[in-house]
Structures are given as structure tokens and as C-alpha cells.
């Protein structure tokens, strides 16, 4: 079976799903950023008071799926499959056949090129299989999000570790795109409702609440060494790349519809997202002399001031279009 080449869009900002829907967009010959046309959110649950809830548990992206971006803009799908692996490894095999690659959500802990290796149970992680080896038994894929090498995986670790597999529908038809709905859409979603606060205030609240109640040891508790994935430095780290998604985006429209006055708007969404990771920096600090109220207080000064910073953005954006 002849292996399906595919040119790899990697970029560290998107996880391992948004890395195969960009490398797929391009594949299929389109410009990949309309799937960041909603990724400018957040959303923090102020109201629980649950204390056995995390606090990096109740931020929300509140971003638009990339999935729902992927059927809406570009008229394809992602079908998402559970097997028997005995059964799944005939089904993906077929739809190679067609010429056309195959996602599946891989465990890490049966990953042997991996750190998590027989370490740590982390699924579902999508992965692009684009071949099977029959002769030495193994699947060619990449795993995106980590590297842009090909990667084999044994039928035996695929086994173990595979429990769903993807199979994209090319059947529907890209879109004309109306630039000035999509972002006035993006900015309404950033406004609230009558039952949801605005995202900035949203990051008020959660700035208040981490200065009086952060607990850093019980947030990253259970992560050992991997202190990246609790969620309250993952979740802040995807809310730094969606201010980067939403950049890329506006840059977009700029050259491709000659929209010049959007171009300083993404520069300043790209200051955004670095502030959000200069407070996730912060919090890696915190780690190590817990309880510092004055890094906690430093924390909470920069959620208030990247969130006026950012509802100011929206206020001039909304003004001109």
C-alpha cells in the first residue's frame, strides 16, 4: 500500500486534533486560518463552590470548535468510529485504500517513542495514520502536535492503546466567506448574554478568585514532572492561543481582502496571548514558593489588565466594522 503524502501544518499553538485539520485544510489545497475565525474566548465558572473543584477546572477557552469551523467553512467532517481494535484496524486499512488518511486517538502510555511510555495514561490523542507496513506489522503516522517526522506504531501497541479512529467526509462544498459577519460574530460571542458574563469580565472574576484562593500545590497535585498538563496551565496556555489563532485569522482577511484596517488588531491580539503566557509564567514560579501572596497578587494585576486590554480591542474593532 502506497503511503498518502501529506504536507504537515505544525505549529505548537494548536493541540493534536487543530494540527490535523490545518495540515488536511492545506492538503485539500485551502488557506487553513478560517478554522481560527472563532478562537478569541475565555469563560471562568465564578459561581462554583465546590472546593473539591479546581480552580484551572472551572476556565473555559470558550472558543468555537475547530471541528464545527472544519464542516462550516471548508464542507468537511470528521466521523469519529468505535471498534473492537480487531475490527478497527481492518476498517482503517479500507479507507486507506481510497487514498484518503485516517485519524485515531491514541493512549501516550502505548506510544514507545514517547515520554509518557508506559508512564502516563493521557487519551484520547488524535494521530494521522497515512500507511500500513503489512510486512513488519506497523501503521505510518504522525503525531503532529509532537513531531513532523513519520512515526510507526506496532499493530500490537495500536491495539492497546487505539479506542476510536476518524474518517473525514470530503463531500460538501467550501464557502464564500463574509469576513465582517465572521468577526462581528467572534466579537458578539466575546459580549455574553443575559445568562453569561462578558469574556472580560469573566476574567475579572477568575482574577479575583485566584488572588484569595489559590491553592498551586493541589492544582498541579498527581502531575509529577508533567506539570504542564493541570489544567490550570494548560487551559491558560490554550486562552494565550486562541489571542494567537484569532491573530492569524485577521491577518488573514488583511491580505487576502485588502481589510488593512484590521492589521494593528492582530498585532495587538498577538501582545494579548503574551501577557496570557507571561501569566502562565508566573504560575510556574508560584510552583515553587507556594502560597506567595505577592506573586499571587502579580498574577491577578495581570488577568485585570490583559482583560481591559483586550475589551478595549473589542470596543475599537467593533467600531469600524
Request: with cysteine.
Given at each position: 500500500?502506497?503511503?498518502?503524502?501529506?504536507?504537515?501544518?505544525?505549529?505548537?499553538?494548536?493541540?493534536?486534533?487543530e494540527?490535523?485539520?490545518?495540515?488536511?485544510?492545506?492538503?485539500?489545497?485551502?488557506?487553513?486560518?478560517?478554522?481560527?475565525?472563532?478562537?478569541?474566548?475565555?469563560?471562568?465558572?465564578?459561581k462554583?463552590?465546590?472546593?473539591?473543584?479546581?480552580?484551572?477546572?472551572?476556565?473555559?477557552?470558550?472558543?468555537?470548535?475547530?471541528?464545527e469551523?472544519?464542516?462550516?467553512?471548508?464542507?468537511m467532517?470528521?466521523?469519529?468510529?468505535?471498534?473492537?481494535?480487531?475490527?478497527?484496524?481492518?476498517?482503517?486499512?479500507?479507507v486507506?485504500?481510497?487514498?484518503?488518511?485516517?485519524?485515531?486517538?491514541?493512549?501516550?502510555?502505548?506510544?514507545?517513542?514517547?515520554?509518557?511510555?508506559?508512564?502516563?495514561?493521557?487519551?484520547?490523542?488524535?494521530?494521522?495514520?497515512?500507511?500500513?507496513?503489512?510486512?513488519?506489522?506497523?501503521?505510518?503516522?504522525?503525531?503532529?502536535?509532537?513531531?513532523?517526522?513519520?512515526?510507526?506504531?506496532?499493530?500490537?501497541?495500536?491495539?492497546?492503546?487505539?479506542?476510536?479512529?476518524?474518517?473525514?467526509?470530503?463531500?460538501?462544498?467550501?464557502?464564500?466567506?463574509?469576513?465582517?459577519?465572521?468577526?462581528?460574530?467572534?466579537?458578539?460571542?466575546l459580549?455574553?448574554?443575559?445568562?453569561?458574563?462578558?469574556?472580560?469580565?469573566s476574567?475579572?472574576?477568575?482574577?479575583?478568585?485566584?488572588?484569595?484562593?489559590?491553592?498551586?500545590?493541589?492544582?498541579?497535585?498527581?502531575?509529577?514532572?508533567?506539570?504542564?498538563?493541570?489544567?490550570?496551565?494548560?487551559?491558560?496556555?490554550?486562552?494565550?492561543?486562541?489571542?494567537?489563532?484569532?491573530?492569524?485569522?485577521?491577518?488573514?482577511i488583511?491580505?487576502?481582502?485588502?481589510?488593512?484596517?484590521?492589521?494593528?488588531?492582530?498585532?495587538?491580539?498577538?501582545?494579548?496571548?503574551?501577557?496570557?503566557?507571561?501569566?502562565?509564567?508566573?504560575?510556574?514560579?508560584?510552583?515553587?514558593?507556594?502560597?506567595?501572596?505577592?506573586?499571587?497578587s502579580?498574577?491577578?494585576?495581570?488577568?485585570?489588565?490583559?482583560?481591559?486590554?483586550?475589551?478595549?480591542i473589542?470596543?475599537?474593532?467593533?467600531?469600524?466594522?
Amino acid at each position: 500500500m502506497d503511503k498518502i503524502d501529506i504536507k504537515l501544518f505544525h505549529t505548537p499553538i494548536l493541540n493534536c486534533i487543530e494540527n490535523i485539520q490545518t495540515s488536511v485544510v492545506s492538503w485539500k489545497g485551502y488557506h487553513h486560518e478560517l478554522l481560527f475565525s472563532e478562537s478569541w474566548g475565555f469563560a471562568f465558572d465564578s459561581k462554583c463552590t465546590d472546593e473539591k473543584i479546581l480552580l484551572g477546572k472551572r476556565i473555559d477557552r470558550n472558543e468555537r470548535s475547530m471541528l464545527e469551523l472544519f464542516k462550516e467553512h471548508y464542507g468537511m467532517e470528521i466521523n469519529f468510529h468505535s471498534e473492537k481494535n480487531e475490527n478497527m484496524l481492518s476498517s482503517i486499512r479500507a479507507v486507506l485504500e481510497t487514498g484518503n488518511p485516517v485519524v485515531i486517538g491514541m493512549d501516550v502510555f502505548w506510544e514507545p517513542w514517547g515520554e509518557f511510555y508506559q508512564e502516563f495514561h493521557h487519551y484520547p490523542n488524535a494521530r494521522l495514520v497515512v500507511g500500513i507496513d503489512e510486512k513488519n506489522e506497523v501503521l505510518n503516522y504522525y503525531a503532529i502536535i509532537n513531531s513532523k517526522e513519520e512515526l510507526q506504531l506496532s499493530f500490537e501497541n495500536f491495539g492497546n492503546g487505539c479506542g476510536m479512529y476518524g474518517t473525514f467526509d470530503f463531500s460538501g462544498k467550501k464557502k464564500d466567506l463574509d469576513w465582517k459577519k465572521e468577526v462581528r460574530k467572534s466579537l458578539s460571542r466575546l459580549e455574553g448574554n443575559m445568562d453569561t458574563e462578558s469574556a472580560f469580565d469573566s476574567m475579572r472574576h477568575f482574577a479575583d478568585v485566584l488572588e484569595n484562593e489559590l491553592d498551586i500545590v493541589k492544582e498541579i497535585e498527581g502531575y509529577n514532572t508533567h506539570t504542564w498538563v493541570a489544567p490550570i496551565m494548560l487551559n491558560t496556555t490554550w486562552v494565550a492561543n486562541g489571542r494567537y489563532k484569532f491573530a492569524e485569522f485577521l491577518k488573514y482577511i488583511t491580505e487576502h481582502f485588502q481589510a488593512d484596517e484590521l492589521l494593528d488588531f492582530s498585532t495587538l491580539l498577538i501582545q494579548a496571548g503574551d501577557t496570557w503566557n507571561t501569566i502562565n509564567d508566573i504560575l510556574t514560579k508560584l510552583m515553587f514558593v507556594p502560597g506567595n501572596r505577592s506573586l499571587m497578587s502579580k498574577i491577578a494585576s495581570r488577568i485585570k489588565e490583559v482583560a481591559d486590554f483586550e475589551e478595549n480591542i473589542a470596543t475599537k474593532m467593533k467600531g469600524i466594522i
